[in-house]
């Protein structure tokens, strides 16, 4: 059997483009467990993630079987500004 890749923790983003994403695993298997994220990251948690789809690979040495997980981080809507001028008339 393959390792069981279990989610513990998961931030998205805070603001928008804030790069504050965390994500944060766990496997179990019988023998040494190897990580690999998308980017080549071989630990169990990322951090300053922008918005976007992540995916990791566990391999357990003892049986050569791979799991994978995938997630996405997610960002609040950029907030918009808008200042409205209103005309005012001085007497006087």
């Known amino acids: 059997d393959g390792p069981i890749i279990t989610e513990l923790e ?8 804030s790069s504050s994403g965390y994500i944060k695993v766990s496997a179990t298997g019988t023998g040494t ?8 990251s071989t630990d169990s948690i990322r951090e300053n993630l922008s918005a976007g789809f992540y995916s990791l690979t566990v391999t357990d040495s ?18 918009l500004a808008y200042r409205k001028v209103k005309s005012v008339k001085c007497y006087g």
Request: hydrophobic share 25%; glycine share 6%; with cysteine.
């Open 33 to 40: 467990l190897t990580y690999n994220w998308e980017n080549g």
């Open 10 to 17: 998961h931030r998205n983003e805070k603001c928008n483009g």
């Open 62 to 79: 003892s049986t050569n079987c791979s799991a994978v997980f995938a997630t996405e981080i997610t960002e609040p809507k950029p907030l």
